[in-house]
């Protein structure tokens, strides 16, 4: 017997369990050891400098806006 169930795929997952950075539980924690390190090359990379006093949060949404600036990062 078959089930009339729909299918999901890893992108209709991710947008229904994701949520924006302002309201992550978590996000006034300082940034992760892994933003950092890739926040400083993405911010090299960019012309920008680190900002001082950073959480997860504002590490993450800084990611997002430099990865699309980058020349190296593919959209």
Do not use: F
């Amino acid at each position: 017997m078959s089930q009339n169930t729909p299918e999901t795929t890893d992108e209709s997952v991710a947008a229904s369990t994701s949520k924006p950075p302002q309201e992550w539980v978590t996000g006034d924690e300082p940034p992760t050891g892994a933003q950092l390190s890739y926040l400083e090359t993405l911010a090299r990379e960019v012309g920008e400098e680190m900002p001082a006093d950073l959480t997860k949060a504002r590490a993450s949404e800084l990611i997002d806006e430099y990865r699309a600036r980058s020349p190296r990062v593919e959209s």
